[in-house]
Each structure stands twice: as structure tokens, then as C-alpha cells.
């Protein structure tokens, strides 16, 4: 089973830390590199969705003229919610071929104020937790974190294990930030503490880039010259659910209501997932997303993760081009970008052998509460 729709062209610009190239000339880059992978010319979009406040500007200077210019933000979910959106477009007859269009530059000296302050995504607080000293995103994924070590017995050396098998991955993946520099868990324990208990290395960081995703039908895919990948499933959730129940803490997202979806129309079950690219700001999010899809038990993350069965030859690779732990920080387009990539067979020394099923997740998107967060779920199959 899939949904009939396919992403058939794929751009990914540079990507890096204070690349000092504006965000429109990086989206452009990504439009043209997408538009070569699929063998298309502008004149051949008929839908724009994008995530930048400059959107309805951007189209003029790219020189498109599409029947809609939609704006997108969910977080770090806006990556599958621009799919799932241009999959409704298509499917309803607004359009053929749809631009999902991510480029920005956090991390440049000329990033713009995020939440009244400097300093990319996020940089102050969420909501109303902030006037109590709630700041940054940080802050808030470590209260995930600390609510596992406590109903768990998580440690250090679990989430230390994360960090240093997603290191292993980016540094064998040129045009990441890892690249060439594999990490020790003494590299890790070493790193400066940020907030207890992640250390800098717990963390991701702020890069510059742009991705461009062309959706368009099966049908239409056939048609291109691009290695297009089946979009197979896709679900959603929020965790604001769990806000009234009391379980806030305990989930990092609302997972369960989107991989119901995503596996009921993909037709498929966890055990046939071959590669999973998960949304990783920190390094409890990989640990509590394997647990909450049932790669592993609850309370088993840590430990499954640090007897190495997310590496290339574990049960199950995950974030094999170094997540945005290590490899760069897109939003969701750094896990969606991934799975393309491991569809397509082009993940170079870390591409999984003979993988047909990547499970893509995208969490962000805050309710105005710390860690009420979106996710998204999306299942990608290889057209092989």
C-alpha cells in the first residue's frame, strides 16, 4: 500500500555553520538543484509551500509563478506537514507538482531575531514557562531527560552513547559537521555542561542551508528523470494531549495517534522499517522516539542504543548521516533528507544495504507550554 504520491525531485544546498550566504540565494540553489535532479523547469511548478516569512517574496525572486504560495510552520514537523499539504493540493486538482522549499541561515552573523533575541530557533523560551526561567529548548528537552534517568535509570553514558554513534555516521559523510571527527564517550563527558543533564555534546547546533522536496503523483514521477521514493504513510500528533493528562514528561511526543496513521495507511509494521531518521535535538529524543515506536521496550532505549543496535549493523541504523546531532540542523528537512537519500540508494559509507522502508519523524512546533510539542510521522519506500 501507498498513498499514490511520490517525492520526486530532491535539492540540498551546503550546509554549515555561518555560511554568510543569503537565505533566498540558498533556497534558489536548492530550487535548481531539485529542479536538475527531476529534469524540470520552473515553468513546471504549479504549487509553492514554503517555510520562510519571505515566502510570497521569494517566488518572484525565483522566478516561479505557481497557482498557490502557501506558508508552513509546524517546528520541526513542517518538513512532513509540506508534504501531507502538497499530497492535498495534488490529490484536489490545485496542482501537478509541488515545491516544499526550506533555506535559512540561524547561524550567520546576520540571523534574524528569534523571539525577540539573537541566536537562531528557539534561542529564549516557549510560552508563558519563560517569565518562571524557562529558557530555550534545552532546558525543555531536560525535563524529558530527567524524568527517564529517574523512571529508568537512564545515565550519562546512555546519552553519551547516542552522540557518539551519530559522530561515527557524519564522519564518514562529507558535508557535515562531524565530517572527519569521530568523538569518544570521553570526548562527551568532557564537553561542558549546557543544562543538567545535557552536555555540549547532547546538543545540536544552528547551521545555515536550504532543501527543496518536488512532490508530485506516482504517475507523474514515472515520468522524470529523478529517483522518485513512494511517500507511504504519514500521521500526526501533540503532545498538548498528554499536557491534561499529566504525561507531558513521560512521552517526548505524542507518537502513538501518528504511527497508528502512518503504519495503517502504509500497510506495514515496525518490523519492516529498515533505516529511521529521527528528529535528534538532544540526545534523549532518539532514546524515548525507538522506545515510543517499539523498536525497543520502555526504559530499553539507553541500553539498546549503547549495545550498538542503531549503528549500520544493528537492528535497527538510525540518523546515518549523523542526525542534527552531528550532521546539520535543517528541522525536519534533516531526517526527510536523510530517508530520501537512503531510498535512493546514495547514503555512501553509511547507506543501509537493500533498504526499501525509512521511517522519517519530525517533532516541534511548541503549544505554548515547555514540551508540548508536534510530531509528525512519515514513511518513505524505495522505487526501485
Given at each position: 500500500m501507498a498513498t499514490g504520491f511520490s517525492i520526486a525531485g530532491l535539492g540540498v544546498t551546503r550546509q554549515g555553520r555561518n555560511l554568510q550566504v543569503p537565505a533566498r540565494q540558498l533556497r534558489r540553489e536548492a530550487l535548481e538543484l531539485a529542479l536538475d535532479d527531476a529534469g524540470l523547469v520552473r515553468k513546471d511548478i504549479d504549487?509553492?509551500?514554503?517555510?520562510?516569512?519571505?515566502?510570497?517574496?521569494?517566488?518572484?525572486?525565483l522566478g516561479l509563478s505557481p497557482g498557490f504560495i502557501w506558508s508552513m510552520n509546524a517546528g520541526g514537523a513542517t518538513a512532513t506537514w509540506s508534504v501531507l499539504n502538497a499530497i492535498g493540493a495534488i490529490r484536489n486538482g490545485q496542482a501537478?507538482?509541488?515545491?516544499c522549499v526550506y533555506g535559512a541561515t540561524p547561524s550567520s552573523k546576520n540571523a534574524p531575531l528569534a523571539n525577540g533575541r539573537k541566536g537562531g530557533y528557539g534561542a529564549f523560551g516557549y510560552g508563558y514557562p519563560m517569565m518562571y526561567g524557562m529558557v530555550g529548548a534545552a532546558a525543555a528537552h531536560a525535563l524529558h531527560a530527567r524524568r527517564h534517568m529517574y523512571r529508568y535509570g537512564t545515565t550519562t553514558e546512555h546519552l553519551g552513547a547516542v552522540a557518539v554513534q551519530q559522530r561515527a555516521y557524519a564522519a564518514l559523510r562529507p558535508g557535515t559537521l562531524g565530517y572527519g571527527q569521530p568523538i569518544t564517550m570521553e570526548d562527551h563527558h568532557a564537553s561542558p555542561m549546557i543544562v543538567d543533564p545535557f552536555r555540549r555534546l547532547d546538543c545540536c547546533r544552528d547551521t545555515d542551508g536550504g532543501v527543496v522536496l518536488l512532490v508530485t503523483s506516482d504517475e507523474r514521477a514515472a515520468d522524470l528523470q529523478?529517483?522518485?521514493v513512494s511517500v507511504l504513510g504519514i500521521g500526526t500528533g501533540d503532545n498538548l494531549r498528554n499536557w491534561w493528562t499529566g504525561e507531558v514528561y513521560d512521552l517526548h511526543d505524542?507518537?502513538?495517534?501518528?504511527?497508528?496513521?502512518?503504519?495503517g495507511q502504509a500497510g506495514i509494521s515496525v518490523e519492516d522499517v529498515d533505516v529511521a531518521c529521527l528528529y535528534d535535538p538532544f540526545t534523549i529524543s532518539p532514546i524515548m522516539q525507538l522506545e515510543?515506536?517499539?523498536?525497543?521496550?520502555?526504559?530499553e532505549g539507553g541500553p539498546f542504543i549503547a549495545a550498538?543496535?542503531?549503528s549500520i549493523d544493528g537492528k535497527i541504523p538510525t540518523n546515518t548521516g549523523g542526525g542534527q546531532l552531528s550532521g546539520y540542523y535543517a528541522t525536519g528537512f534533516t531526517a526527510m533528507v536523510e530517508g530520501l537519500l537512503q531510498m535512493r540508494g546514495e547514503g555512501g559509507a553509511t547507506q543501509v544495504p537493500d533498504a526499501e522502508v525509512a521511517l522519517v519523524s519530525g517533532h516541534g512546533g511548541n503549544?505554548?507550554?515547555q514540551n508540548t510539542w508536534s510530531h509528525a510521522t512519515l514513511l518513505l519506500g524505495a522505487d526501485r
Open positions: 504549487g509553492y509551500i514554503g517555510t520562510s516569512s519571505e515566502m510570497f517574496e521569494d517566488v518572484r525572486h501537478d507538482i509541488v515545491a529523478s529517483k522518485s505524542d507518537i502513538a495517534p501518528a504511527k497508528a496513521l502512518a503504519f515510543a515506536y517499539g523498536f525497543c521496550g520502555p526504559g550498538g543496535e542503531t503549544a505554548g507550554v
